[in-house]
Nanobody, 128 residues
Framework: LQLVESGGGWVQPGGSLRLSCAASRGTLDYYAIGWVRQAPGKEREVVSC????????YYADSVKGRFIISRDNATNTVHLQMNNLTPEDTGIYYCTASYLVCGPATAMMTGTDEYDYWGLGTQISVSS
């Protein structure tokens, strides 16, 4: 399985972006798919995660109410809709795949070796 992120770019504060994570080989069906971000000078943070079968999702407190994660099984893609962006959202966003269920345990997983698959990342820049 290879994860391919898209949708990154520059946006002004208050703007929106939608990230996508697609599987170039294989299917996302069996994995919880999440997003981990690396902001400049900060530790990695698990932003969001969505389970494979029941749609259960997780959001970091920093993005609750602003980000929405969703699965599109027809296109084998997971989207992260990011609204009301702030400069603190700037960073590289990595798509991740895990057999584990989204929850408190996976919310602490920020290392590449903790996931079954990890994408190359897409850059988000929020500034005026």
């Amino acid at each position: 399985l290879q994860l391919v992120e898209s949708g990154g770019g520059w946006v002004q504060p208050g703007g929106s972006l939608r990230l996508s994570c697609a599987a170039s080989r294989g299917t996302l069906d069996y994995y919880a798919i999440g997003w981990v971000r690396q902001a400049p000078g900060k530790e990695r943070e698990v932003v969001s995660c969505v389970d494979s079968h029941d749609g259960n999702s997780y959001y970091a407190d920093s993005v609750k109410g602003r980000f929405i994660i969703s699965r599109d099984n027809a296109t084998n893609t997971v989207h992260l809709q990011m609204n009301n962006l702030t400069p603190e959202d700037t960073g590289i966003y990595y798509c991740t795949a895990s057999y584990l269920v989204c929850g408190p345990a996976t919310a602490m997983m920020t290392g590449t070796d903790e996931y079954d698959y990890w994408g190359l990342g897409t850059q988000i820049s929020v500034s005026s």
